[in-house]
């Protein structure tokens, strides 16, 4: 069993290939130390982005929809994690 579970959300800003200001979220996992990154497929404008709060800000249905599949990712791999 491990020791140490860490779950966060984030947007990558380090991607070019995308149109301007369009970027994929991704979820990142660390378990005992050992960091992991998850591709979630899901894109949202970066002027849209909550950094504080790693969530996309508003009520808008993009904004729901991401925010949605990003707590069902985490709620899946904390899941998973702890039985």
């Known amino acids: 069993m491990f020791n140490d579970f860490l ?6 800003l380090n991607t070019q290939s995308l149109a301007p200001k369009s970027l994929p979220t991704q979820s990142a996992i660390t ?3 050992a960091p992991k990154t998850i591709e979630t497929k899901l894109e949202t404008n970066a002027d849209n982005w909550d950094f504080k709060f790693n969530r996309v800000l508003g009520k808008s249905a993009e904004a729901v929809k991401i ?8 709620r899946h791999i904390s899941k998973a994690y702890n039985g």
């Open 7 to 12: 779950f966060d959300r984030f947007l990558s």
């Open 31 to 33: 378990i005992d130390g």
């Open 67 to 74: 925010n949605k599949k990003q707590s069902a990712h985490q």
